[in-house]
T-cell receptor
Framework: GESVGLHLPTLSVQEGDNSIINCAYS??????FIWYKQESGKGPQFIID?????DKRQGQRVTVLLNKTVKHLSLQIAATQPGDSAVYFC???????????FGSGTKLNVKP | GAVVSQHPSRVICKSGTSVKIECRSL??????MFWYRQFPKQSLMLMAT?????????EQGVEKDKFLINHASLTLSTLTVTSAHPEDSSFYIC????????????FGSGTRLTVV
């Protein structure tokens, strides 16, 4: 299914703090997930991905957690920097259907 | 890496006219491309899947005759917004499936369409 966002919630954090962005996905059959970062007026930029056979994956300063029981994803950003300010979306994919549906998004505002 | 170019980046058109947006894969062949629409402060909404050499597959609620998609080559998909109205003003983004793209998909930089 497709999740439609009617507004963007905002998360404000202080520079250097850790950020946690949450996402509820819609389809229990989804087996692949990506977190994207979108800056104003630009296309989405890949951050990190995770498959449904995992519950945690770490990248550089970022960690994605997957809870399939409650259909929930989170993105943790360590030592948040002003350059991290953007809108973050999770996207879910069902391999059989070869396409992604985006979650509603969260705007991250990093205060210097 | 895999690069997708979208053109134009911004376009203003008069109500009732048609606008064509191009999505090109620059360094790879893309048999499948996707078109998204994004309204201000909202998420990306999948409009259609563009398949090279065959008809596009549209998501429920998207008008096929209004949003014409042509994927005539392995590197180019076009979206034509026909008889545009102010409510069609939006940010249109394409993506291409590529094994070289991070996550398997590469996004274009988007086209800001304003219908006046």
């Amino acid at each position: 299914g497709e999740s439609v966002g009617l507004h963007l919630p905002t998360l404000s954090v202080q520079e250097g703090d850790n950020s946690i962005i949450n996402c509820a996905y819609s389809n229990s059959a989804s087996d692949y997930f990506i977190w994207y970062k979108q800056e104003s007026g630009k296309g989405p930029q890949f951050i990190i991905d995770i498959r449904s056979n995992m519950d945690k994956r770490q990248g550089q300063r970022v960690t994605v957690l997957l809870n399939k029981t409650v259909k929930h994803l989170s993105l943790q950003i360590a030592a948040t920097q002003p350059g991290d300010s953007a809108v973050y979306f999770c996207a879910e994919n069902m391999n059989n259907f070869n396409k992604f549906y985006f979650g509603s998004g969260t705007k991250l505002n990093v205060k210097p | 890496g895999a690069v997708v170019s979208q053109h134009p980046s911004r376009v203003i058109c008069k109500s009732g006219t048609s606008v064509k947006i191009e999505c090109r894969s620059l360094d790879f062949q893309a048999t499948t491309m996707f078109w998204y629409r994004q309204f201000p402060k909202q998420s990306l909404m999948l409009m259609a899947t563009s398949n090279e050499g065959s008809k596009a597959t549209y998501e429920q609620g998207v008008e096929k005759d209004k949003f014409l998609i042509n994927h005539a080559s392995l590197t180019l998909s076009t979206l034509t917004v026909t008889s545009a109205h102010p409510e069609d003003s939006s940010f249109y983004i394409c993506s291409a499936k590529s094994i070289r793209g991070l996550g398997g998909y590469t996004f274009g930089s988007g086209t800001r369409l304003t219908v006046v």
